[in-house]
């Protein structure tokens, strides 16, 4: 008999290996997963694989599913220091008046340090074990991610205006190259090429993304077609849509997350299909800033990878991928006038497997399959508001809320135990976070 580090036991599991199940049910009962050195090792029955591994760190999960961890695959993780900072407002009033005076009033390395830190934390006191970070000083967020013991693909971002960050779009590619090579052998961060969106980046510095993600094998991360203004301003400037401008400069294929895409007509949604064009999904962003619906039922009979993201905390205003999931699924739903739209399968395998795609990891991380990372989260349906069990999936969608989210593994290494923290301090976290609430709320006042 072979021993392992860990072996779980739950009482469901939901392996998202197959983007539709043959059996017709995703939940399997009486299995056990086989945790070693970071990686499954073994999936399966339970008496079988009990007569095979023998692990000290048995752990039973009675009531409890184990699923995949959940991939946030589009944030800005600093900006829970901004989260209330300015509501209800459309996206270029909060952009412009409001959030781009405050972070360059704001935004340093402390700055970068005590957001990440805290978003993190939520983070992973919600089930998310990866997320995909675009925002300044990324290298900071890399650094802290990577000691947390979270994974994350984090964005090389571009602008073709100066910030706290770099001057112009030469400086921004440079930095985050020199960044990325930093980070070549990290087990745990990659790195994206992030041009912020199609208004705030010149066709020049775009063009040389689109070559070096094609030299690099890099994914690229880019907010597209987010409001109906931005639509009509790049026609105005360019004389063509967002997309159709994009594609001329090649950026669309299977490399790129388009970030948002509410504002799709059927045609771009072929070319989005036929480029293999990854698409985030932020359901709860895109309804507060009022930007708009993103066609999600349209673009899954299409054949798009559908991911999902929960934006930053200052326009969302929190990092809840289960609560982001459902509500993709019931928006879907009254969206296309079909409550089949985006069921509780395809909810979970975007926020799982669909992230991965899109940020290129899914030979890592994405499912329970053995030889993958030891990405996994239990979940606890014993509470009144998940009982009874008649489909745990149907339930972990529509009914779960992350406080029921009791354990958490990242590369096989417990983050979250019994709703514990195990490498963050909470208490720091959370003390930094009031000092810099306390700090911008007095300057803003006076």
């Known amino acids: 008999m072979e021993t392992v580090e860990q072996i779980l036991l739950p009482e469901w599991l939901i392996p998202l290996s197959e983007k539709e199940p043959s059996s017709g049910d995703p939940v399997f009962t009486n299995t056990a997963v086989v945790i070693d050195k970071g990686l499954i090792k073994a999936v399966g029955d339970r008496d079988e694989v009990l007569s095979q591994y023998y692990s000290d760190d048995t752990l039973e999960l009675p009531n409890h599913v184990v699923t995949p961890g959940l991939i946030n695959a589009h944030t800005h993780s600093a900006m829970t220091l901004l989260r209330g900072y300015a509501d209800d407002l459309p996206l270029m009033e909060w952009l412009s008046e409001h959030i781009w005076p405050a972070e360059s009033k704001w935004v340093n390395e402390a700055f970068i340090t005590a957001g990440t830190q805290l978003a993190i934390a939520e983070m992973l006191r919600g089930g998310t074990t990866c997320f995909n970070d675009m925002y300044f000083f990324p290298d900071v967020t890399a650094s802290i991610a990577e000691r ?180 993709a699924s019931l ?45 996994l989260i239990a979940i606890d349906l014993s509470d009144p508001s998940t009982q009874p069990v008649f489909n745990p999936l149907s339930l972990l969608v529509y009914s779960a809320s992350r406080s029921q989210v009791n354990h958490v593994w990242v590369a096989g290494k417990q983050l979250l135990k019994d709703r514990q923290l195990t490498t963050l301090d909470l208490d720091e976290v959370l003390e930094g976070a009031k000092e810099w609430g306390l700090k911008i709320a007095q300057n803003t006042a006076s």
């Open 148 to 327: 947390a013991g979270i994974r994350a693909t984090v964005g090389m971002i571009v602008l073709d205006f100066p910030t706290v960050w770099a001057n112009d779009a030469d400086e921004y590619i440079s930095k985050g190259l020199a960044m990325r090579d930093q980070l070549r052998h990290s087990a745990l961060i990659n790195t994206a090429f992030a041009p912020h969106a199609p208004y705030t980046v010149s066709d020049k510095p775009l063009e040389r993304i689109a070559t070096l993600a094609n030299e690099l094998d890099c994914p690229i991360h880019m907010h597209v077609h987010e409001t109906a203004h931005e639509i009509e301003e790049s026609t105005a400037r360019f004389g063509v849509r967002p997309l159709e401008r994009l594609d001329q400069i090649g950026l669309l294929t299977h490399r790129l997350a388009a970030v948002h895409m509410t504002q799709l007509l059927p045609a771009e949604i072929e070319t989005v299909a036929s480029r293999g064009v990854n698409v985030v999904h932020c359901p709860q962003s895109n309804l507060k800033l009022a930007s708009g619906l993103c066609p999600v039922h349209e673009m899954l009979q299409a054949g798009v990878n559908i991911a999902i993201g929960t934006d930053g905390a200052s326009s969302n205003n929190d990092l809840d991928m289960l609560g982001e999931l459902e509500q």
């Open 331 to 375: 928006l879907a739903k009254g969206a296309s006038n079909n409550p089949s739209a985006m069921g509780a399968f395809q909810a979970l395998y975007s926020a799982t497997m669909g992230g991965a795609v899109s940020l290129g990891i899914d030979q890592i991380t994405g499912s329970v399959e053995p030889g993958k990372a030891a990405d």
